[in-house]
């Protein structure tokens, strides 16, 4: 498939030269080139900054949510592949406004390394920060229940709206750190795949979904699924996402959710409202209250076709974070 | 490649369950099946209605912009076919606040038809209501310039923008009219395409790009395009749509412009930002101010690969309008 690039190895840079140009009314360059700040960010009275960063890749994840209520800086990395320490740390600081820094983001190797980094020279500077590590994939969670080891899918960004809002609120750092944890732990997600996605400088699918089959539990940087399964429709693959998302909640509790189901790039908007039309029926039956639902492209991998359905527990305090209306997508 | 349907005859129906289960806070179904409107739409001043309507798999378009500041009323159609008469009227009754409704709608024949019938019908009715027809496409403009036979592209979408932002204003039926006709023919829009959009009560490709190759002047209907050329860098994919695009515009003479980028479906938004880098230095270096611009999925065509350029020349009062918020698409 033709890809609409120039240089497989320039489509960061020229992407991101090409955002800067589109938003430089919202987005502000810094002195690192791979740093971008929200313009306004700095409110009469400082709050907590907000920082997310990771590989590119994902429109409209990160850089996209670099708006009022949601991320204040964010660190951008090449494809598939986390920003460096140095990256993370010059995000943290230009969040900075004295009140402390969070920083939001996936469970992966090399992004935990870096911003593990990056938070330990942070603190050497003397910046109070703290870091998320959003976990919420149940196709690695194991089988004890541990999360360590749990990639991040699409939950993370409603872990920023949560953060984004409870900072506009004025929450201290130690608050909305609390926050976004327990919405963490409230929150779980699987991704299922019809096609890999094609890496520019590859050119050639990640991996190979048999003709006919879907991979369920894939990750968010073209990996395949754990387990594959023959197609079927919608309606059965909805089932099949709710078995596994709902196997967490005890039965019979009063409960309500925040839905989201994202596109993963290349599958249409019709195929993902015709999926979240027996998710939302599934709900009902089961008695739990959908407190909010987002349909659309969220968090994507390239042009993979599928989709992630994520399910975010919610309490009273979590529910009013999420409805706080972060700045228009539509521009 | 499959698709996560139920039933092909299906899909229209079952996707606007879903649309309705996830956006009943914002809009509201009506008599008619087909027919949804803004909650909210009347406002305590009666202001012109707003209405239109199209064929479904363009999502967000049509349904989508049933949002604060654009659309009242939308009709829906079947797959990439227009809705009828019947349903035209119903979304036109349904928008009426006695201040005159505004149909925005595609030039396609069929549609033209329908909006024809539906307006004559409302007029019996008693309602003051005229229509105005998107015809961006410069592929399909006459050689003479006469463009009684241009389609309709991604352009719709910024004269909902208008419309609903001087509707909002207070202004009349005959000012919105007439500034929606302006704001049209200063409007030009081309379609490309690397890989034609699958029908799903098909199956298979409506159209086959040659391997190498792209299509130039496609429509949002999976129909061909009108030249084929060889695929080429993003940059000089930018150069040939903006000299296409440009040709319209006097050389030298003060212009600004809004532009839209807006990806067919499942083209990655990393590839948009990169043509978006060159449309933005082609503009700056033809001295043309950009007004504003959006990159994203705006008006699509199922899950074609490729893209849609539209400018439209400024002027005051158009600039203004269009700068006006709409509603978040975020949620």
């Given at each position: 498939m033709p890809k609409m690039i120039n240089n497989p190895q320039r489509v960061v840079d020229?992407?991101?030269h090409g955002f800067y140009k589109c938003h430089s009314d919202r987005i502000a360059k810094t002195r690192h080139p791979r740093v971008f700040v929200r313009r306004g960010r700095k409110s009469r009275t400082p709050r907590v900054g907000i920082v997310s960063g990771g590989g590119t890749g994902h429109l409209p994840a990160f850089i996209g949510y670099v708006r009022k209520g949601m991320i204040d800086a964010v660190a951008v990395g090449n494809l598939f592949e986390a920003p460096s320490a140095e990256v993370f740390l010059e995000a943290i600081r230009q969040?900075?406004?004295g009140e402390g820094v969070l920083c939001i983001h996936g469970n992966y190797p090399l992004d935990n390394r870096c911003v593990g980094e990056a938070v330990r020279l942070a603190r050497l500077e003397g910046i109070r920060v703290e870091h998320v590590c959003a976990n919420d994939d149940v196709a690695t969670i194991a089988e004890d229940g541990d999360r360590s080891a749990s990639r991040g899918l699409a939950g993370e960004v409603l872990l920023w709206k949560i953060a984004g809002a409870a900072s506009m609120?004025?929450?201290s750092l130690e608050e909305i750190t609390d926050l976004c944890r327990r919405a963490n732990l409230?929150?779980?997600?699987i991704g299922v795949a019809f096609a890999a996605c094609i890496r520019p400088e590859v050119g050639v699918p990640n991996f190979e979904v048999v003709e006919g089959t879907m991979e369920?539990?894939?990750g968010h940087h073209g990996d395949p699924g754990l387990s594959s399964y023959k197609m079927r429709p919608a309606n059965e693959i909805a089932d099949l996402i709710m078995e596994k998302l709902?196997?967490?909640y005890p039965e019979g509790e009063e409960a309500?959710?925040?839905v989201m189901v994202s596109g993963l790039g290349a599958t249409t908007q019709m195929e993902l409202y015709i999926l979240y039309n027996r998710i939302a029926d599934i709900l009902k039956a089961r008695g739990i209250r959908t407190s909010q639902s987002f349909v659309g492209n969220y968090f994507t991998s390239l042009d993979m076709q599928g989709?992630?359905?994520t399910l975010m527990k919610m309490d009273e305090e979590l529910e009013r974070l999420v409805a706080v209306d972060a700045e228009s997508l539509l521009g």
């Open positions: 020229e992407m991101l969040a900075d406004q609120a004025g929450k409230n929150t779980r997600s369920f539990g894939i709902l196997a967490v309500s959710v925040t989709v992630s359905v």
